[in-house]
């Protein structure tokens, strides 16, 4: 594989996301730089606010910028982008794989069955749609509920990377292999990555099971109450949810 990210990551030589790509075993660019740069609306930036624009202001002016996206094929049979739901304030984000059929009619992330188990995780550790915020690594659905490609994943990620820079959570959890490998930059699978903390910058990821994955698998229980418990733990060491944003 010929390494190219020195020289042409959009995110620079340390971005999870790019290091992510990277191990995907590419050999060529898919996402060149300027187009990053062009979706980011980088020169309109100034426009969302800056220092004084508020998380909920910021991120309208985010959607703003995102319109009618046509960055990926995922355009084309979707209805809605799916932006994500929740407290923008929480300072605990959660980050799930692509909208499914259900989200993409109703425009909200993690409302169909996965959803609902994945309000019964959050109720056991004492967390509700109000206390974390919940989006997703694509924004639009895939065909047939599909795994998000490269591409795609790679043509949204600048949307996510905006959301994380204005909510500036102390804490992200990762849904499933898709999100976990992003936000870690590990192409291991999410049995190994679960368990421990990892870091996306300065703020603690912690990966674990997709809630539809437990829905098939009723093993899986087990090792996502342990992540459950480990984010408990954390939350409460940073004093979150609460943590004087919100
Ligand atoms: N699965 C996801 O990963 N995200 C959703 O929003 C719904 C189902």
Redesign the pocket.
């Known amino acids: 594989m010929t390494e190219k990210r020195d020289s042409s990551a959009p995110h620079g030589r340390d971005d999870p996301f790019w290091n992510s790509v990277a191990s995907f075993g590419l050999d060529d660019i898919f996402v060149l730089p300027e187009w990053i740069s062009e979706l980011k609306g980088d020169k309109a930036t100034s426009t969302t606010g800056g220092e004084g624009g508020g998380i909920l202001e910021e991120l309208a002016a985010l959607i703003s910028r995102v319109g009618d996206c046509r960055a990926c094929r995922l355009c084309e049979e979707r209805n809605t982008i799916?932006f994500g739901g929740g407290n923008p304030s929480a300072g605990i984000v959660f980050i799930?794989?692509?909208?499914?059929a259900n989200?993409d009619i109703q425009g909200e992330?993690?409302v169909?069955r996965?959803?609902k188990l994945l309000d019964k995780i959050l109720a056991a550790i004492g967390l509700d749609r109000n206390s974390v915020y919940i989006t997703?690594i694509v924004k639009c659905r895939p065909p047939g509920n599909r795994t998000p490609s490269r591409n795609e994943v790679a043509a949204c990620w600048w949307i996510l990377e905006e959301q994380i820079r204005i909510m500036k959570p102390g804490v992200i959890v990762t849904?499933?292999a898709p999100s976990s490998r992003t936000m870690t930059g590990s192409s291991d699978g999410i049995g190994k990555l679960r368990s421990s903390i990892h870091r996306y910058g300065d703020i603690p990821v912690i990966p674990t099971y997709?809630p539809?994955a437990l829905l098939r698998t009723e093993a899986l229980k087990r090792p996502v109450w342990e992540d459950m418990k480990m984010l408990r733990k954390l939350l409460d060491e940073l004093g979150l949810p609460g943590n004087g944003k919100n």
């Open positions: 799916v799930g794989e692509a909208p499914g989200e992330p993690f169909g996965a959803g997703n849904l499933g997709h539809a």
